[in-house]
């Protein structure tokens, strides 16, 4: 069954850290693939997302992920982290051509000491 | 970027009653509407996927006598829970994909629906 995996159900980080934070997916076929945040009390948001062309896909508020398709692997970095970063998130994929359906990690919550 | 927005943001109800939750595309065409659950400290749970005109499709488990779902146009689904328990007491999120400028069918999300059933 198709699943996605995210590593870290917590971190806890200082301003300016560097931050990366693990996707893993289990599907053989071409994927879709997102990082969606939950700030604190607000609706979902996309980061950024990946269809196709360039693996390292740059999103909103200095995030990047990086598609290795021989890791099935789609990691979320941010060189230097804010405050303001404080949030949940969460991982999906969906295959390719279907009814874009969304399996989605079980969530990371990302806490930055101020 | 697209906008969804859901109504009520949250709701109160007795045991027994039935809620109905709105979520609208405001500024785009939505072809296919998905509608979430989300337990506390958990992730998202797709409960059903619905496409404008005709029947949702239900996930396992999810009872389609109880959730209610009607997407009668492409910028409006309702999502109604008849028959209301406490155990019914959750976020429920919508999503909406639709085709934008740009050809990317991206699903956007509304803000969520408190529901709180006693």
């Known amino acids: 069954a198709q699943s996605v995996s995210q590593h870290n159900h917590h971190v806890i980080l200082s301003e300016a850290a560097s931050l990366e934070l693990g996707c893993n997916y289990s599907?053989?076929?071409?994927?879709?693939l997102f990082w969606y945040v939950q700030y604190p009390g607000q609706h979902l948001q996309l980061l950024l997302k990946y269809f196709s062309g360039d693996p390292l896909v740059k999103g909103i508020k200095g995030f990047e992920a990086e598609f290795i398709k021989s890791k099935f692997s789609f990691n979320l970095r941010k060189p230097s982290v804010q405050w303001s970063d404080t949030a949940e998130y969460f991982c999906?994929?969906?295959?390719?051509?279907?009814?874009?359906?969304?399996?989605w990690g079980a969530g990371t919550k990302l806490i930055i000491k101020p | 970027g697209a906008v969804v927005s859901q109504h009520p943001s949250w709701v109160i109800c007795k045991s027994g009653t039935s809620v109905k939750i709105e979520c609208r595309s405001l500024?785009?065409?939505?072809?296919?509407m998905f509608w979430y659950r989300q337990f506390p400290k958990q992730s998202l749970m797709l409960m059903a996927t619905s496409n404008e005109g005709s029947k949702a499709t239900y996930e396992q488990g999810v009872e389609k006598d109880k959730f209610l779902i009607n997407h009668a146009s492409l910028t409006l689904s309702t999502l109604t829970v008849t028959s209301a328990h406490p155990e019914d007491s959750s976020f429920y999120i919508c999503s909406a994909r639709g085709l934008l400028a740009g050809g990317d069918n991206e699903q956007f999300f509304g803000p969520g629906t408190r529901l709180t059933v006693l």
């Open positions: 500024d785009f065409q939505a072809t296919t």
């Open positions: 599907y053989g076929g071409t994927v879709n």
């Open positions: 999906a994929v969906t295959p390719s051509g279907g009814n874009y359906q969304l399996i």
